[in-house]
């Protein structure tokens, strides 16, 4: 054996530069399935199977294109990690060379650089913006808005370009994006598939080994191949692409993807590049078939906010999931683990994150987070039950959105203002409130919703940080303009809440 290449459970895109520069008849590939990875957190069991699954297939995949593969199986005996599975093939191989390509999190990349084997780490080169791209751009800048990044983005990816100047006119259609619920707006829903042996071999094993973790196994119907994520986009690009934008915001009970796309559960382990959605997504709107605002807002998810946030994970380094700026310490409601609540938009996220292992954006960042936020839960448990409870949380694209957008515990680096709300924004952009316990409506005394007691609490508990950020002023002076008798009345029952 010539060299050894390690494949990760996130890096199945047969395109990475280990893989194009080696060479079938001389290397050796190595895939483990290994206790350190399925146990760092308590992952969703679909989360669980969703990798392994892939994972094999990935495997079978290079062996019929020739590669030998070394496959290490979950298994008791085996090696418990990466590093174990690496010193355990160098033992048997002696190969001139352990390649891997650099992991998406420092956890990983601490483990192998301190293994006794030598590793040499290749750059992953499958996101617009490399690290180094990311660094040059921050360099000297105040603030690292995102919005900045994404224009450059946008220019050097030429995507939505019309020349030098953005297709339809505008750099950002969000304006456009934030219509409220309505059951009228849905179309269509992701594409679903049924279990090969394969799959089904791996959720077995799941069920063994994980069913005391939170969330339900089953039906499981993620595509775990190349080929049913490519078809998986496809449908989403013609079925619902057309009307993302409208729905991007909304929330609506028993609808958990409205037109939102799925694709980063693939997204993130490889299945799909993100030059590849993001181009289907444009040749759509060239085709007349997709408005700009869909086709622009869904782009700038992925060229925009996922390029933007991996770009903050690796400058900012292994300390920035410790951040915790506001100083929260509070545990996190047994809620968010499917205790009981009275709280219907909690309630309705939480159980919806248990069935799927999926939450689209504004229930992650406007309920389960914004509700984190008011109540002051330390961060560190807030990033642990995100990165274990979604089939798409890897700690690179999880833990800036929620350290940094979702807690503002990086004290402004995501966020230029906390995303907080009262139940105001909830009752708008869902249909939560109809028949909570609460009432959206009730700012004070029986009935009043968590979240309007909450949100003055927050404000009023943070009023030296925030009163003088240009965005948040207007809030400051409406709590000085409310008698003192209800202001004192509004924190009383916020203090019983906590
Ligand atoms: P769509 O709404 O259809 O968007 C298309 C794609 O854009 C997504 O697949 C994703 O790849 C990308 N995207 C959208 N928003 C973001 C974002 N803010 N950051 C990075 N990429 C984005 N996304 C993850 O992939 N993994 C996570 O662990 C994760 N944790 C999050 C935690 C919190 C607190 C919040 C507020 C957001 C988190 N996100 C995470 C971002 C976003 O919620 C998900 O990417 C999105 O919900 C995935 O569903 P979708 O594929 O249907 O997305
Ligand atoms: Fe959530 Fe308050 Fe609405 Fe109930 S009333 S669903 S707690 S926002």
């Not at 530069?17 to 399925?38: K, S």
């Not at 909570?436 to 004070?444: E, H, I, M």
């Amino acid at each position: 054996v010539r060299r050894v290449i390690l494949v990760l459970g996130d890096q199945l895109t047969p395109e990475l530069p280990v893989l194009r520069d080696g060479d079938p008849e001389q290397d050796l590939i190595v895939m483990a399935e290994v206790a350190d990875e399925t146990g760092y957190v308590p992952h969703h069991p679909k989360k669980i199977a969703l990798v392994l699954s892939a994972m094999r297939h990935f495997a079978q995949d290079l062996r019929d294109d020739g590669w030998t593969v070394r496959y290490f199986k979950l298994d008791e005996d085996g090696p418990k990690s990466i590093c174990g599975a690496l010193m355990q093939v160098h033992q048997d191989e002696h190969p001139e060379e352990i390649i891997a390509t650099r992991p998406g999190e420092w956890r990983l990349i601490e483990a192998l650089e301190a293994c006794p084997v030598t590793v040499r780490l290749v750059e992953d080169d499958r996101f617009f913006c490399s690290i180094d791209r990311f660094k040059t751009w921050a360099e000297g800048r105040k603030e690292l808005r995102m919005e900045w990044f994404y224009r450059e983005m946008r220019r050097e990816s030429g995507l939505l370009m019309q020349g030098k100047d953005p297709a339809g006119g505008q750099w950002n259609y969000d304006k456009d994006n934030r219509k409220p619920a309505q059951r009228s707006m849905l179309q269509a829903r992701p594409m679903e598939f049924t279990p090969d042996e394969i799959t089904d071999e791996v959720l077995t094993l799941v069920r063994e080994r994980f069913s005391d973790n939170f969330g339900s196994l089953d039906p499981f119907v993620f595509g775990t191949t190349r080929t049913q994520a490519r078809r998986a986009l496809t449908h989403f690009v013609k079925t619902q692409l057309p009307e993302f934008g409208d729905t991007q915001d909304a929330m609506l009970l028993d609808e958990p993807y409205l037109n939102h796309a799925l694709v980063s559960i693939y997204l993130n382990i490889g299945l799909l590049t993100p030059r590849e959605v993001c181009d289907a997504a444009e040749a759509a709107y060239r085709a007349g078939d997709v408005p700009i605002n869909s086709a622009e807002g869904f782009i700038r998810q992925i060229l925009g906010w996922r390029e933007y946030v991996r770009g903050i994970y690796f400058l900012k380094g292994p300390d920035y999931t410790g951040s915790n700026t506001l100083e929260h310490k509070r545990d996190l409601p047994a809620a968010y683990w499917g205790g009981d609540t009275d709280m219907r938009c909690i309630s309705e996220v939480v159980a919806q994150t248990r069935d799927l292992a999926y939450a689209h954006h504004i229930q992650r960042l406007m309920i389960t987070g914004n509700y984190a936020l008011l109540l002051g839960v330390d961060p560190a448990q807030v990033h642990e039950w995100y990165l274990s409870v979604y089939a798409d949380a890897f700690e690179w694209v999880e833990a800036p959105n929620t350290i940094g957008m979702s807690q503002w515990a990086d004290g402004g680096v995501v966020a230029s203002k906390p995303y907080v709300s009262s139940a105001n924004y909830i009752k708008k952009m869902s249909d939560y409130c109809a028949g909570c316990a609460y009432d959206p409506d009730v700012k004070l005394g029986e009935g009043a919703c968590p979240f309007n007691l909450l949100y003055w609490d927050f404000l009023v508990r943070h009023r030296d940080r925030f009163e003088g950020n240009r965005r948040m002023g207007v809030v400051y002076k409406a709590w000085d303009r409310m008698d003192e008798e209800k202001q004192r009345e509004i924190l009383a029952g916020a203090g019983k809440l906590t």
